[in-house]
């Protein structure tokens, strides 16, 4: 639930494209002999960003005669999936042309849309000329940038063992180490695929792209971490990482956009501005690794003017590159214990003062320990381990792959030892911070080895104060003395200038730089406890309401939402028959918002918009449009003060979001959770938003859904497998005045048979909470397994068929996410499945439960009980072969003697069974879903 920024930026390439032809000028050579030009990044072998599940689309572009016609062919040179592509075009009067290339799919066996990552041939004519390049490749493209680190290529001992290790698909584009006082266009460069020349080459660079290639999270092949490499499998596709040195030696100003230049970053005006760099910002890229540091600590830079420079660098780059979104690592030697070395890592805090949540701020810092040439393998983990974490990993929070993020600092005046409290983002301490000493060394470990902690009485401009007494965890939360809370009003933490001793979390990933205002603890309003709901024997049947059915953006759209889309989705529902099979409720994710509207006093305080390019029409306009089909409509907001993608969240706005929402005649809000901290400060949130819920119902006589997150099980641990009992949140999440209608259980899905058998084993230790006895909570309120994945690249038929039968037994929401444009047949029966549907529907409202079967085998037999005595049952194989599945009736929650059986696929009667019930060869990752009357 930490996804973050990256989808936001992407959204800037949605407002990019629309002007990209005004700015093509601004990067290319007007054509004056009719030329047709391409740069030299466009050339055989080259690998262009995969566009994959709303990642960034890849542009191909250079010159033409001005207003002549351009077209551009992409053809698959893999007979077994034969694809071709023609875009056209016309050059701009300054000869400008740029094409942004979709996502490239071919029929896979069953008949879906399989992700095709070449290779192809691309042909570009233009005026009777034409340019070929051939094996180009679609896969997850890396920018590696930077002075000495990124120099240092990879030479001797080193060199051979990378060489060795290397899989086949890291293909490498290698600039040329020239500079240029004037920008220009292109640089000189050329794709390398092998191991040959690699001493020309960045070791860091080379290290890291080894290092996510091993990596390779999803498991599918060379750094795949997109997880639709599986369905690539099956075609002998493998996705390629495709990694760009372009370190220069010198940097120069005049390459840099003027805000920039202004700064006179760097010293003495040269700028940091990587002139290597600027012709190449117009690519899409999964990241950005960025190694700086000496040069700084050479030009003894001042914090505030580097943390500047800094800011603005990578915001240059971001925004002036119109590629749409990127992570940016940055990596740092740490071998250094000069005064210097600290004051460049005190600016990288200051820069940061809400790592993720700003515009410009930096994804990650890793920091290099030491820097060999010749053993490059720790700091090259760590950079890849920061930028899957920056890329991806914010849709798995299960990976704990993530440096631990200061969430907020606070002082305390009443808590044990009148401490300074710093607590760090619970997803990435699972397992806890510590001090990692240098061996035999006793003393680094005290403040201002391992980290830097200074505190400000003033404001940013200091004067800032060490913190001097020692540090000691306390849960997530580090303490530091009451010495140092006297003087806070701001606190920054920076890693320490000792190479060997950092703050690190369980994953060895260092504590990242950031900036954070101090909370007086007597601001924290704790909530009063919640009051009883009815017990389970007293709640009226009649009146539950079954959980809620429909649609939601966020598994295919992500960011890429408008107001187009969702017509067209609502239209769909509709005529695919899926308003009628009872999916009703059309929801908008992250996205939709802008900003809060200007207050009275002129600051952004006041109402929150509807993102006027996404939804010129507004909110209320397309409600209206949603209810005259009959549906219901929901949107989303976080209550911290950011959504996931840095929108504007609820946090102390809750009362007036909630007016707007209802005078917008919202009918679902789905309250997200990121960067929001601890059970105190949710509850409040809730409960406000619960309070003005409840008088917009009163008012309109409707529900109004209010859809939490997140309340999982207590302990999870750091592989992403959960044990233990429902946490806290438990006993009071859908009770009195907090009382969510429902709440996700679990991580962000994605479409691979892994995430959704987590989310299931998360709804197991959940269930208690859902089907809560006397004086419990649960009915009529659900735990939600997050939305459904069915129709999206990622998983077989089969394995959606499950994920369906599984969500309808657990009985929470089944909101369906996915392209209704391009969803197959299959898809659309699968989700419309009649008796799977009343399942999840049936008035009990209870949810089901792993009851039994083989688990050491992988088989599974789920139970959920329903109305009118009857038990609904999913037999599922999880394992990789085929087997069989007896459900026992004595091991059944209703223990009876003989039961009548109907296949809920099928519905087809199985009749009478007395005493167990086999289902025959059950595929591995298949079910059986029954009805037992
Ligand atoms: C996540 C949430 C997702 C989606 C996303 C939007 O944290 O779990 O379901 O809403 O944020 O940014």
Not at 125 to 136: I, L, N
Not at 148 to 160: D, H, I, K, S, T
Not at 773 to 785: R, S, T, V, Y
Not at 820 to 844: E, R, W
Request: proline share 5%; aromatic share 8%.
């Amino acid at each position: 639930m930490r996804s973050r920024l990256r989808m936001a930026r992407r959204s800037l390439l949605l407002l990019a494209t629309l002007s990209f032809s005004a700015h093509a000028s601004a990067t290319t050579t007007p054509a004056s002999s009719a030329a047709l030009t391409l740069p030299s990044f466009f050339s055989d072998g080259a690998v262009l960003q995969v566009y994959d599940e709303g990642d960034a689309r890849s542009f191909v572009y250079g010159t033409a005669a001005p207003a002549s016609s351009v077209a551009l062919t992409l053809t698959s040179s893999m007979p077994a999936m034969p694809f071709s592509r023609t875009y056209r075009t016309m050059a701009l009067m300054d000869g400008g042309w740029a094409f942004q290339i979709d996502g490239t799919y071919a029929p896979d066996a069953q008949g879906r849309h399989a992700p095709h990552y070449g290779p192809f041939s691309v042909t570009v004519a233009a005026g009777g000329e034409r340019r070929t390049f051939s094996d180009v490749r679609f896969g997850d493209v890396y920018l590696c940038v930077g002075g000495e680190q990124m120099l240092r290529p990879v030479v001797g001992a080193g060199a051979a063992a990378a060489a060795a290790r290397a899989p086949a698909d890291i293909r490498r584009f290698e600039v040329a180490a020239a500079s240029s006082a004037a920008p220009s266009s292109d640089v000189r460069g050329a794709w390398r695929i092998g191991t040959a020349s690699l001493a020309n080459f960045s070791a860091l660079c080379y290290g890291t792209a080894l290092a996510l290639a091993r990596m390779d999270p999803a498991g599918n092949g060379v750094g795949n971490t997109t997880g639709s490499g599986k369905l690539c499998a099956a075609h002998r596709c493998t996705m390629p990482i495709g990694v760009i040195h372009a370190a220069a030696e010198s940097t120069l100003a005049a390459w840099a956009p003027a805000a920039v230049a202004a700064k006179a970053c760097g010293g003495g005006g040269s700028g940091r501005f990587n002139g290597m760099l600027a012709p190449l910002l117009r690519l899409a890229l999964r990241g950005v690794v960025y190694a700086g540091g000496e040069a700084d600590l050479a030009a003894k830079m001042a914090p505030a003017t580097y943390a500047d420079c800094f800011a603005q660098t990578v915001s240059a780059w971001r925004d002036s590159g119109q590629i749409g979104d990127f992570a940016v690592v940055f990596t740092q030697l740490g071998a250094s214990t000069s005064g210097a070395a600290s004051a460049l890592r005190l600016a990288q805090a200051t820069a940061l003062p809400r790592p993720f949540a700003e515009a410009n701020s930096i994804d990650t810092t890793a920091m290099a320990a030491r820097y060999d040439t010749s053993n490059t393998s720790e700091v090259a983990r760590r950079v890849a381990l920061g930028m899957v974490h920056a890329a991806y990993s914010k849709q798995e929070p299960g990976w704990g792959w993530s440096s631990p993020v200061l969430e907020h600092v606070r002082v305390s005046a009443n808590e044990v030892a009148h401490g300074v409290f710093l607590s760090f983002a619970a997803t990435e301490v699972k397992g806890g911070l510590r001090l990692v000493d240098r061996p035999g060394c006793t003393i680094c470990c005290k403040l201002g080895g391992g980290a830097l902690v200074q505190a400000s009485s003033g404001g940013l401009s200091g004067p800032w104060h060490n913190a001097t007494s020692l540090a000691r965890m306390r849960g997530k939360d580090w303490v530091l003395g009451a010495r140092f809370a006297a003087a806070a009003r701001l606190v920054r933490v920076a890693a320490g200038p000792d190479a060997d001793c950092f703050l690190y979390n369980a994953n060895g990933m260092p504590v990242l730089p950031a900036i954070a205002n101090v909370t007086a603890a007597e601001q924290i309003r704790l909530p009063e406890p919640p009051g009883i709901l009815a017990s389970r024997e007293s709640y009226d049947a009649a009146a539950i309401t079954p959980p809620p059915m429909g649609f939601n953006t966020w598994n295919r759209w992500h960011c890429w939402v408008d107001e187009r889309l969702l017509k067209q989705t609502a239209d769909l529902m509709v005529s695919l028959g899926l308003a009628a099979a009872g999916y009703r409720s059309l929801n908008i994710d992250d996205c939709w918002q802008s900003q809060r509207a200007l207050d009275a006093t002129g600051r952004h305080n006041g109402t929150i918009d509807a993102d006027p390019t996404r939804f010129p029409s507004g909110l209320r306009a397309f409600s209206e449009y949603v209810h005259a089909k009959n549906m219901s409509f929901g949107v989303y907001t976080s209550q911290s003060e950011v959504t996931c993608q840095a929108r504007p969240g609820s946090w102390e706005h809750e009362a007036l979001d909630a007016k707007t929402y209802c005078d917008a005649d919202v009918d679902y809000i789905k309250i997200d959770h990121c960067g929001g901290g601890q059970w105190s400060r949710n509850n409040i949130s809730w409960m406000l938003f619960r309070a003005a819920l409840d008088k917009c119902a009163a008012k309109r006589k409707r529900k109004f859904w209010m859809s939490c997150s997140s309340c999982g099980p207590t302990k999870c641990l750091l592989d992403g497998s959960c044990v233990g009992k429902p946490s806290g949140c438990g006993q009071w999440i859908a009770k009195g005045r907090v009382s969510c209608d429902l709440w996700r259980t679990g991580g962000d899905i994605q479409a691979r048979w892994s995430s959704i058998m987590a989310n299931l084993d998360m709804m197991q230790l959940m269930a208690p909470v859902q089907n809560a006895g006397p004086g419990g909570a649960g009915i009529g309120h659900f735990n939600d397994p997050d939305m459904l994945q069915v129709g999206n690249i990622g998983l077989t038929i089969l394995e959606q068929r499950s994920h369906m039968a599984l969500w309808c037994l657990l009985g929470g929401p089944l909101l369906i996410s996915t392209d209704l444009k391009q969803i197959s047949a299959p898809a659309v029966a699968i989700l419309k499945t009649k008796g799977l549907i009343d399942l999840n529907q049936d008035t009990l409202a209870t949810q089901g439960e792993r009851i039994g079967g083989n688990q050491t085998f992988g088989c599974e037999v789920w139970c959920k009980k329903l109305s009118g005595g009857r038990l609904g049952l999913v037999l599922l194989n999880r394992s990789e072969e085929t087997s069989d599945i007896t459900v026992t009736f004595a091991d059944l929650i209703i223990a009876k003697a003989g039961w009548t059986l109907t296949d809920l696929w099928t519905e087809k009667s199985l009749g009478k069974q007395a005493k167990s019930y086999t289902a025959q060869a059950v595929p591995s990752h298949g079910n059986v879903a029954l009805l037992l009357v």
